[in-house]
């Protein structure tokens, strides 16, 4: 079983709908995790962090369930510059080293 | 403004040469980091430093290496490139007790 798993998509979704995503990971001892966005061709950037009491920055919000281990992301209102693909990331120690990144649920918002 | 930085962009090489990438950060981050990148697949961890003389074996170790000399590089060597070692190479930074990591632009690299 993967460390992180995604599903891979592609989500497509028309322009003003809105999205989930969902991510499970197997380490039940995980203490952070994360969600990043990368674009096409391009480098991982961080989106939010997930906290346990769940946590919203504008249109989108992150919910971690430790008894499932399992975290979501939902983007209300998708926007064309939405496009991309999601990563779920994962510390499992939660120190500032290593983290396990999932292969990421790609998203294509369309007009 | 701080940065990281990752030369060459793209890379082309034969089967058996030695290729180093190089990786460069301003931000004066202790924890520098190197992954991989292939479909099917997400980051794989090289290998990654807490600072200067320090490195450690990641997942996928074998066929690499790492020296970190100063605080701001870590230079990646395929000490004998091989097909399978066609990717992208993404170097990462963090502060000593930051979790959020700062990635590079990458390197696309192409073994022939």
């Known amino acids: 079983r993967k460390e992180v798993e995604q599903d891979p998509g592609p989500f497509n979704v028309p322009e003003g709908a809105t999205v989930a995503f969902n991510c499970t990971y197997s380490?039940?001892?995980?203490?952070?995790f994360f969600w990043y966005r990368q674009d096409c061709r391009k480098e991982p950037k961080l989106l939010m962090s997930?906290?346990?009491s769940g946590n919203e920055d504008g249109r989108f919000t992150a919910q971690l369930n430790r008894a499932s281990q399992y975290i979501s992301l939902l983007i209300r209102d998708s926007k064309l510059s939405d496009s991309a693909t999601y990563l779920c990331?994962?510390?499992?120690?939660?120190?500032?080293?290593?983290?396990?990144f999932g292969t990421g649920t790609r998203l294509q918002v369309t007009l | 403004d701080a940065e990281i930085t990752q030369s060459p962009r793209h890379k082309i090489t034969e089967t058996g040469r030695q290729v180093t990438l190089a990786c460069h950060q301003t931000?004066?981050?202790?924890?520098m980091f190197w992954y991989r990148q292939d479909l099917g697949h997400g980051l794989r961890l090289i290998h990654y430093s807490y600072g200067v003389q320090d490195t450690n074996k990641g997942e996928v170790s074998d066929g690499y290496s790492v020296s970190r000399s100063n605080t701001e590089d870590l230079p990646l060597t395929l000490e004998s490139a091989a097909s399978s070692q066609t990717s992208v190479y993404f170097c990462?930074?963090?502060?000593?007790?930051?979790?959020?990591?700062?990635f590079g632009p990458g390197t696309r690299l192409l073994v022939l």
């Open positions: 380490n039940s001892a995980s203490q952070s």
């Open positions: 931000w004066n981050h202790n924890n």
């Open positions: 990331v994962v510390n499992p120690t939660g120190t500032a080293s290593k983290l396990t």
């Open positions: 997930v906290y346990s």
């Open positions: 990462a930074s963090s502060g000593t007790k930051q979790e959020t990591q700062y």
